[in-house]
C-alpha cells in the first residue's frame, strides 16, 4: 500500500496504457476499414471483368467467322449459347443505323425469306437469354453494370454479302 502512495498521478495498471492504446485502435480501425475497402474495389472489378468475358464469349459464339448465312446458322450459335448471367440481348443490326440498347428489338434485322414473305411473318436475328429487355429503370438501379459491344460482320441475305453490326447487350441486376 505504501508503494502506491509515493507514485503521484498513478492510475492503474490499465489506466497508465490508456493515452497508448487510443492511437492504437485508431490505426487498427483504419487498417481495416481501408483493408475492407480494397476487398469491395476488387470485387467490384472482379464482377466487371467477369461480364466482359462473359458478353466476349456471346459474340464469339455468334460471329463465328464473321459470315452470318441464315437465321437457321444464328440460332443454332445462339441456342449453343449455355449463359445464365448476365443477362443479355444480341442480334444484327443495320450498319448505318444508330444503336439504342433500350429498343434494339425494332432495330434488329428481319430474315425475309420468299416462303415467309407469303405468311407474312418475318424472324428477327436475335438471341436472347432473358424474357425481359433492358429498360431505362434497371440502366439507372444503384447495382446495375451494363456492357454493350458492336462487332462487324456479313450477312448473306439474297445471295449477297451485305455488311452489319453484331449488337451484344449484357447486363446484371
Known amino acids: 500500500m505504501h508503494f502506491f502512495l509515493n507514485k503521484k498521478g498513478y492510475i492503474g495498471p490499465i489506466g497508465d496504457d490508456l493515452p497508448s492504446l487510443i492511437p492504437l485502435m485508431f490505426a487498427l480501425i483504419i487498417f481495416f476499414s ?8 476488387y470485387n467490384d472489378r472482379t464482377v466487371d ?6 458478353v466476349v464469349q456471346i459474340s464469339a459464339s455468334l460471329r463465328g467467322t464473321g459470315f452470318v448465312s441464315s437465321l437457321q446458322e444464328f440460332n ?8 445464365r448471367q448476365p443477362f443479355f440481348s444480341a442480334g444484327l443490326v443495320e450498319l448505318d443505323e444508330e444503336v ?4 434494339l428489338d425494332s432495330q434488329y434485322i428481319r430474315d425475309e425469306d420468299e416462303e415467309e414473305l407469303l405468311s407474312d411473318e418475318e424472324e428477327l436475328f436475335k438471341c436472347t437469354n ?9 440502366a439507372l438501379s444503384l447495382n446495375s453494370k451494363i456492357v454493350a459491344r458492336v462487332y462487324p460482320v456479313v450477312l448473306e441475305k439474297n445471295s449477297r454479302a451485305i455488311p452489319v453490326k453484331l449488337v451484344v447487350v449484357a447486363w446484371k441486376e
Request: charged residues 20%; hydrophobic residues 35%; aromatic residues 12%.
Open 76 to 83: 443454332n450459335s445462339c441456342n449453343a449459347l449455355n449463359i
Open 34 to 41: 481501408s483493408f475492407y475497402m480494397t476487398v469491395n474495389t
Open 100 to 103: 439504342d440498347v433500350f429498343v
Open 130 to 138: 432473358s424474357d425481359e429487355s433492358l429498360t431505362l429503370e434497371k
Open 49 to 54: 471483368f467477369e461480364n466482359d468475358i462473359s
